[in-house]
């Protein structure tokens, strides 16, 4: 359950950021360690098709859907 806490906590940030986000400022906008914060953005990057996040070359992530 809190695994999918904060991945809504995520979500919401990208929303409420309206762009791009590099890890260490989404982990800071959630409130959690920047290895959560980077394995909940590992996965939703490697949902394939499902896929609702995408590292840029630079590390920046950006929400797809």
Do not use: H, Q, W
């Amino acid at each position: 359950v809190k695994t999918v806490a904060r991945t809504l906590d995520v979500l919401e940030a990208f929303a409420t950021a309206r762009g791009p986000l590099s890890p260490s400022e989404l982990a800071r906008t959630i409130r959690v360690p920047v290895v959560s914060c980077f394995a909940i953005a590992r996965t939703l990057e490697a949902a394939g098709e499902r896929a609702v996040l995408v590292a840029r070359a630079d590390g920046i992530l950006r929400v797809t859907i």
